[in-house]
């Protein structure tokens, strides 16, 4: 009986950190999305009247709807891919965007507040990626850029 109090006890928790996760791999498409639009600015800039983050929000629907991320959130995401660039290397694109919303979405919960992604110093977030060997060290080495004092 304890252990059934304790599981549904414990379970909003595991959901939360679920969700939070779930939300963070979005960003694998969302930063492919970002990529083929500004090949197709570069290429037919005539195409695109719209800002940039309608076409990468556009360009995800199926990855919104699957992880259950809603409108707002995805139009979030989206916008802020579209004003940050980091690398040429799209997985240092990725671990970014991936770990900073993971980061974010964690302290938001507890109530804390975080710092947004534009106002972090791009060489400090490339400084972390570099001199980590693992996620969980990339993870903490971002931390204390993520999390306001």
Not at 122 to 148: G, I
């Amino acid at each position: 009986m304890r252990v059934i109090v304790f599981l549904l006890v414990m379970m909003p928790f595991s959901t939360m950190a679920q969700d939070c996760l779930s939300e963070s791999e979005a960003f694998f498409g969302l930063v492919a999305a970002k990529w083929a639009v500004n090949e197709g600015i570069e290429k037919h800039p005539e195409k695109f009247d719209n800002e940039k983050w309608l076409y990468i929000w556009a360009g995800n629907g199926s990855v919104f709807k699957k992880k259950n991320i809603s409108e707002g959130k995805g139009k979030s995401m989206a916008r802020m891919v579209a004003k940050n660039d980091f690398s040429e290397s799209p997985e240092v694109e990725v671990n970014i965007f991936e770990d900073y919303w993971y980061l974010s979405c964690e302290i938001n919960k507890k109530g804390d507040r975080v710092i947004p992604l534009e106002e972090i110093a791009k060489d400090s977030l490339l400084d972390c990626w570099s001199a980590a060997s693992s996620r969980s060290e990339f993870q903490s080495c971002l931390l204390p850029l993520v999390k306001l004092s």
